[in-house]
């Protein structure tokens, strides 16, 4: 080999090796560039909760939201632009995911601290760790590195994100669409121990189904009339006992027969979810490590890295 090929050979190596580390994701990807990142994200999460407990569902939910379309791009957060229709009216988001205000005081405090770095994908992982332990969960090492998109997809989230009508069957097909398993269904869907949901997403639930507590059915129906269009946005907690704290009081409330959604209680129904429920129901330390894992397994959804993507400036358009 002359010196000139090896010189061409040790060239195209270096190139394959930056472009293999670039595309993975690292617990330290900021370290250097932005060092202060978890400090700032947390101060502005626990600002918002303490405004308000129900945002750290919220923000929760966001990540869910936007991992499954797509993969974890930060493609939720865009607004609807004149060359494509973003996620958040889709059928799953409208008048529903919330928290974009809280996620722009975010990015604002992060731009500050350290500007052009860290995308608003980036930040939803971090803020969705985050809420989950200011509200007594477990912690996790969450793995970064992920750049923005630039587009968004309508119709990937309609057909993505499971509705709460969804059968086992259904709920198990779409996390294996995005690469979970069913234990990774079960424990994630133990986000679901904070939050509220709207009367319209468990208006059939609490009307309709048979396997649900007569006595809770009878409470939920209170402030949730079964006309359509009447009470459509009363709010009741997915979580009946501790609505505001992350627990493993979820999965107790399935064991009852009081999950709020059919979604839910479909993972405690005669079906091959069953055990797996009442195992987190009776030990809390065996849904937080499941939960964590299967959390870091669901950010690892096709992240944009590298020269992908981009990172934006305001997570609501694109640069």
Known sequence: MTSSSRSSFAVLALVLLLGTSSAQLSTNFYNSSCPSL???????????????????????????????????DGSILLDDTSSFTGEKTANPN??????????????????????????????????????????????????????????????AANRNIPPPTSSLSNLTSSFANQGLSTRDLVALSGAHTIGQARCISFRSRIYNDTNIDSSFAQTRQ??????????????????????????????ANLVCRKGLLHSDQELYNGGSTDSQVSSYSSSQSSFFSDFTAAMIRMGDISPLTGSDGEIRKNCRRVN
């Open 38 to 72: 978890f400090s700032t994200v947390r101060r502005v999460v626990q600002s918002a909760i303490n405004n308000e407990n129900r945002m750290g569902a919220s923000l929760l939910r966001l990540f869910f939201h936007d991992c499954f379309v797509n993969g974890c």
């Open 222 to 251: 209170s402030n949730c009339p079964r006309t359509s269009g009447s009470g459509d946005n009363s709010l009741a907690p997915l979580d009946l006992q501790t609505p505001t704290a992350f627990d493993n009081d979820y999965y």
């Open 94 to 155: 409208n008048n529903s995911v919330r928290g974009f205000d809280v996620v722009d005081s975010i990015k604002t405090a992060v731009e500050n601290a350290c500007s052009g770095v860290v995308s608003c994908a980036d930040i939803l992982a971090i803020t969705a760790r985050d809420s989950v332990v200011i509200l007594g969960g477990p912690t996790w090492d969450v793995k970064l590195g992920r750049r923005d998109s630039r587009t968004a997809s309508l119709s």
